[in-house]
Structure formats: C-alpha cells, structure tokens
C-alpha cells in the first residue's frame, strides 16, 4: 500500500519541505522506498524511509510544487531505480499506487515504439504511456501555445490532461495517481481506479494524497474522488472529470480528524480499520488470479510449474495466526487435491528432523516475511531437499526472497499486532493454490467453477457482516466478565477456533483455549462453569448436528455459549444463549467468514476495557528473533 503526496502553492513554501513532511505522515502505511520530484530540480530516490530521503537531498534543492511517493513494492524489488517517481522518458513523472494489470502488453508495445525502460515497475509503463499520448496528442497543438496558457480553464482540451485521459482509457487494473508535466509545473492531475486518491484544498495551495494525514496540518478541507475520476489541480483551483471526459461537482468535506486519526482512517483503532478492510483485502489477493477458462494464474509459481506437478506431500511452517490459516490449507488441500499435508508449527520444525521425501513441497506462511522461526523453517526443508513456496505479504522479505517461488497477499501493510486482513488474505491464496494444484490432479470443471463462484461471492458476504457490527459489540459487553473462554470448531472451523482464542488472549490477556469440538470431552470441559463461557462456531456444515450436540453438552453443564452460525438457522438461538450468524458458503470458504465475528469480538472485548489494542503489551508486529 503506497503513499502518495503532491502539492502545488503560490504561497512560497518550498514545496521539497512539504512533501517530505507530507511523507512521514504516510509512513505508517508502510514503505520500502521514497522519492520526490519537483520540475525546477527532477528527481531524487532512494531505498528505505523518508529520513534516508531527505538525507539524499541537496542543499539547493528547490520547487513550488512535486509529486512524492512511499513504496510499497509490488512488481520490482525495493531498489532506488524502482522507487518513485517514474519518468515517461520526457517530460512526465508519475508517482502510482496500485497494480496495472496489462501492463506487460502495453511496455511490449511501448518498446516496438522506441520507448526505453529502466526498472521492473508497472508505474514506469504508466509514465512511458503518458508520455507516448503526449506525443499523439501534440502535433494537433500549436507549438506557441504550448505551456503557456493555464489550461484547467481549458477544461480537458489541454495537451496534458488529454494525453493523461487518453492513457488511463487504455490502462487496465487499479491506480491511485499523481502526474505533473515540467512544462506546466503548477498544474498537476490525479486519477483514481480501486486506490484511494484525496484531494486537499487549501488558501492559494491544492493537495493530493492517499488519505488526508498529510493534508490536515495544511487544510482541514478535502475533497475524495471516487472511482473512474480524475482531477485537475493548481493553485487556486481544483476541477473533477469522469474518464469519459464530463465534469463532475463534488462537495468539499471538513475533516474534524487529528492527524493521527486521519491515519486510521476515522477509526479508533488500526485493528477495527483493517477488519473493515477485509472485503479489499480478499478482492486484491484474488485479482487476475481466477480466470474465465477455469483456471487459477499464479505468476509467482511459473517458474516451478512441473515440480508442483509431482508433489506427492506438502508441509506448511509458519507461527501464530499463519499457523492457523495453514492448518485450514490442510483440510483444503486434502478434500479438493488429494494431496497429504502435516502443518508445522514453525519454532518446533526448525529443530526436528524431519523426513522430506523426493516430492515434498514445504509451504512458508507468514504476512511480514521477516519471522525468524517461519524462516529458519523453511531453510531447513529447503536444505533437505524440498521445493519451497512462501505465501507472503511483504514484497522483498527475506521469505519472499529465499524461497523458490511464491504468490504475494497483496493487502498492503498490516499494522495492527494482531493479524486479521493478512489471516482472511492467506485464506483467499491457499483456496486458489488448493484449486490450482487439485487442477493439475484432476479437478472437475463444475467443482472448480463452484469453488471459483463462491470465492468471488466472499468480499460481498464480508461487507454484509461488517455493516452491522452491532450486535458483536453488544455480546462483548454482556462478556466482559469473563476471565476465561473457550473455542470449539470442527473441521475447516476447528483452526478458526484456534484463532478466534489467539485474538481474545493476545489482546485481553485473558485466558482463551481453542479446542477441536470433539476433543472437549476429553479433558477441556472439566473446565466449563457459570462463569467459563464458550463460542461455538456450528454453520450449517458437514458437522452441524456434532456441534449441536457440544453446544447441549456445555449447556448442560451450566456453561455459558455464544454460537456462531448460518444465516437463517432458527435452532441456535434456542439450544445457545447468544447466537451470531454469517452468510452460507463452502464449507471450505466459510473459515474466511467465520473468523471476521471473532475477530471482532475480540477487538470490541479489548477496546472496552480501554487495552492498547493496536500494540498489546509484550507482543511485536514482526518476531524476528527465536
Ligand atoms: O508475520 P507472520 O505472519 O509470520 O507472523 C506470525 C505470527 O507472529 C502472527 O500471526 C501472530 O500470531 C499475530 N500477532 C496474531 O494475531
């Protein structure tokens, strides 16, 4: 998830000072490298954060507008020629957030026209394309005129914003953008396809940004484009168009938000805001990857195709919450590819010795890519011979970077500890790997369209359980008593039960235990009292009346229960004390809603009772050490 900053004033401020500080206030979106343009001194890049930045930047550096970027790589590694801002190869610079999806097809063609690129970026074709409508579009100008006239009053017919139209009409996947022209330097265009793009409006300034944290200390005014629009800006005004070239009114909203709150989007807690990001993080995992002839592409697999042809075993490695999402890839990968997988909690593996056969495919989960544990798992199996993949979020993490292949998450930074949209994102990627390989064994058409269906019908069915978080937040309350708590799920949800017990523990500091359901008899339900209340997820699965039958068995001991199930099951409300519901789907989906009530109750229970939600005591984003 990139951060994007541009400014344009006439208000003497010198424009490097204001985007750097614009900048560290998009930081914590996460970054692995920053650049910042201005057309009176070009560009200056370099890996790392924003300090690393202004360290690089002359003295005599100057502007009264630019264009600036933090990184968040997606097609390239973290290097300095990767960083932002692109150049066209004239002209044009371009600071991008997002993926374009033909961007292969378009620099194939771009280059047949002479154009030379100098990093791995989809965003550098952007700018080569840009620049190659310039070149279209100019000879119908005269050359007099050129530059010198401001053109927003010349609405779209200016050569610049024509040709940056002109390029977004050919351009296919997501983009929050920002394009300035050397020759107009006081004039700059933003565009927004599926990335957030704000503008800020200030006294004699104008903004553009990703979200308004760098734009509140200058303008409490904003103004949000939405999809398929684009914006004109200078100085002293600002003018919105749709991609088919008619203007469009926008009010201007009044941001009431502190900076810091601006970060969160209006949220009281990163946590909440990435739970409610969910829908887009499981819509950018699965994006270009499901497609129309029933088949999953998975770029980051290519180079191993055929290996993963002969795999007769699969070991998963990976710690905490990527442990859980791989113990779910266990019963995804049993039922629809018939291959055998153990699940290895990562710290546990790393000192076994383990038996890897010809055959053996070792899977390393893990959203930061960094977890020493997961890592030194997945260097011991590739040490003894197996095909290593990681399933990663991080782009350029060392897991990313030492396995043999791999399929990105794509969910942007997760910054709250607990993991929530990376766990719901793993899910998304192991379903697409399960069918891919359960293709390669033999997979029917209709049960790979069935899958394929529903997967897409997740993001929707996640947007309508967080459209009434209600009740969830009301149950956390009616709970919060509770100095223990146990989870109990089967099959494909007895992994979430795990989870949903990590979440409350991690962020309470209460007792929680996850427990196969069936397992509860043989020990846990000594445990259960009046005060020792239970969440049961029992959807209307292949193991509804079992769970059924657990849910009596801890009533009967005076145990309180909170079920979680199936839209329009009567019967729970009756056999539970409190019942929840998500909408039906697979059973080998339905962990990727399942959890999101969890999650949530999780949050509300920690919330309430005022606990540091974001960063729980003891815990660390990134456990990069043993
Ligand atoms: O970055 P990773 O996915 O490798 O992290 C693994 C665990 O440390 C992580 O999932 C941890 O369990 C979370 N805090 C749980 O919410």
Redesign the pocket.
């Known amino acids: 998830m990139c951060g994007i900053f541009a400014y344009t004033g006439t208000k003497g401020k010198d424009a490097s000072k204001v985007l750097l500080d614009g900048l560290l206030a998009l930081e914590y979106r996460g970054y692995d490298s920053a650049g910042i343009y201005t057309p009176e001194s070009g560009a200056v890049k370099t890996p790392g954060a924003v300090r690393e930045l202004r360290k690089k930047i002359p003295a005599d550096f100057k502007g009264k507008s630019g264009i600036a970027h933090l990184r968040w790589a997606t097609h390239g590694e973290p290097t300095e020629v990767n960083a932002h801002p692109h150049s066209g190869g004239g002209d044009i610079w371009l600071v991008h957030n997002g993926i374009i999806e033909n961007f292969q097809e378009l620099k194939d063609m771009l280059m047949e026209k002479g154009h030379e690129f100098k990093s791995g970026t989809d965003t550098e074709v952007l700018a080569h394309l840009v620049e190659e409508k310039m070149n279209e579009v100019r000879p119908s100008f005269a050359k007099a005129s050129e530059g010198k006239k401001s053109s927003v009053d010349q609405g779209l017919d200016g050569l610049f914003e024509r040709a940056v139209l002109a390029a977004l009409q050919e351009v296919h996947g997501t983009y929050g953008l920002a394009v300035q022209y050397k020759k107009e330097p006081s004039k700059l265009i933003a565009a927004r396809m599926g990335s957030p793009i704000v503008l800020g409006i200030g006294d004699g300034e104008h903004f553009i940004a990703s979200d308004p944290s760098p734009i509140v200390p200058h303008s409490k005014k904003v103004v949000f484009l939405e999809d398929g629009e684009m914006a004109v800006i200078t100085p002293e005004m600002h003018t919105i168009y749709k991609l088919d070239s008619t203007q469009v009114g926008r009010e201007i909203t009044e941001i009431d938000w502190s900076a810091e709150e601006a970060q969160k989007g209006g949220y009281e807690h990163f946590m909440l805001k990435e739970i409610m990001e969910e829908p887009d993080a499981v819509r950018n995992s699965l994006r270009g990857r499901l497609l129309e002839d029933g088949s999953v592409r998975l770029k980051g697999l290519e180079s191993v195709e055929d290996k993963l042809k002969n795999v007769k075993r699969i070991i998963i490695v990976?710690?905490?919450?990527?442990?859980?999402a791989g113990q779910v890839a266990e019963y995804m990968f049993e039922e629809y590819a018939g291959i055998p997988v153990s699940v290895e909690i990562?710290s546990e593996f790393r000192y076994k010795k383990p038996v890897i056969e010809s055959g053996t495919l070792v899977i390393a989960?893990?959203?930061?890519?960094?977890?020493l544990d997961?890592l030194e798992a997945m260097r011991e199996g590739k040490r003894r011979g197996a095909l290593t993949i990681g399933i990663v979020?991080?782009v350029g993490s060392t897991?990313a970077r030492e396995t043999d292949a791999g399929i990105y998450n794509h969910v942007g930074p997760e910054i709250s500890?607990?993991?929530?949209k990376?766990?719901v994102s793993?899910l998304a990627v192991l379903a697409l790997l399960a069918m891919h390989m359960g293709r390669q064994r033999g997979m029917k058409d209709e049960t790979f369209a069935s899958i394929a269906k529903e997967l897409k019908l997740i993001p929707e069915k996640m947007e309508k359980i967080l459209a009434s978080t209600g009740a969830v937040k009301a149950l956390a309350k009616k709970y919060a008593y509770a100095r223990d708590f146990l989870y109990i799920g089967r099959t494909y949800n007895f992994p979430v039960a795990y989870?949903g017990a990590?979440?409350l523990k991690?962020l309470s500091y209460i007792h929680a235990e996850g427990c196969g359901a069936g397992e509860m008899k043989h020990g846990p339900i000594a445990m259960i009292d009046r005060q020792f209340p239970t969440f049961a997820i029992a959807l209307k699965d292949s193991v509804y009346e079992k769970m059924c039958s657990n849910i009596q068995e801890i009533r009967a001991r005076k145990g309180p229960v909170i079920a979680l199930g199936t839209d329009g099951d009567s019967l729970l409300a009756k056999i539970a004390d409190d019942a929840l519901y998500v909408p039906k789907t697979l059973d080998m989906l339905s962990p990727l809603l399942s959890v999101v009530p969890l999650q949530l109750f999780a949050y509300y229970f920690a919330a309430a009772k005022g606990y540091n939600v974001d960063r729980?005591r003891n815990?660390?984003?990134?456990?990069t050490v043993e």
């Open positions: 990976a710690c905490g919450t990527a442990f859980y990562a989960i893990s959203q930061s890519g960094e977890t997961t979020n991080t897991i500890v607990a993991s929530t990376a766990f793993q989870e990590i979440k991690e729980p815990l660390a984003k990134s456990v």
